[in-house]
């Protein structure tokens, strides 16, 4: 049975850092393409990153390039999102999620992921 497990979420000071994880169990990510995705408050849900297992391609929305990395570690079956110079508008519930392709355009189309996990609360506030 396929699952996703985030972790990582918690309260952090604008400015601060947090990773998130995004563990795997019942498939290899191998041939996955892994998104993440976010939910504020009284706003929908938007893509903002996604990684291509085939070519390592990626893809950030504007409101975190610089800031954000997302990376997948294959021996430990998990997805990764370093966050960076949080600020009070990061704050949302995050979600990973998964598309079984290896194909960058398939990848970056973030209304079409099957797989989701159950999402981490992240709160930026000092």
């Known amino acids: 049975q396929l699952q996703l497990v985030e972790s990582g979420g918690g309260l952090v000071q604008p400015g601060g850092s947090l990773r998130l994880s995004c563990a795997a169990s019942?498939?290899?990510?191998?041939?996955?393409?892994i998104g993440w995705f976010r939910q504020a408050p009284g706003k929908e849900r938007e893509g903002i990153s996604c990684i291509s297992n085939g070519d390592d391609s990626t893809y950030y929305a504007d409101s975190v390039k610089g800031r954000f990395t997302i990376s997948v570690d294959n021996a430990k079956n998990t997805g990764y999102l370093q966050m960076n110079s949080l600020r009070p508008e990061d704050t949302a519930v995050y979600y990973c999620?998964?598309?079984?392709?290896?194909?960058?355009?398939?990848?970056?189309?973030?209304?079409?992921?099957?797989?989701w996990g159950q999402g981490t609360q992240v709160i930026v506030s000092s």
């Open positions: 999620a998964l598309v079984r392709s290896l194909y960058y355009r398939r990848i970056r189309k973030f209304d079409e992921y099957p797989y």
């Open positions: 019942g498939f290899s990510l191998a041939y996955y393409g």
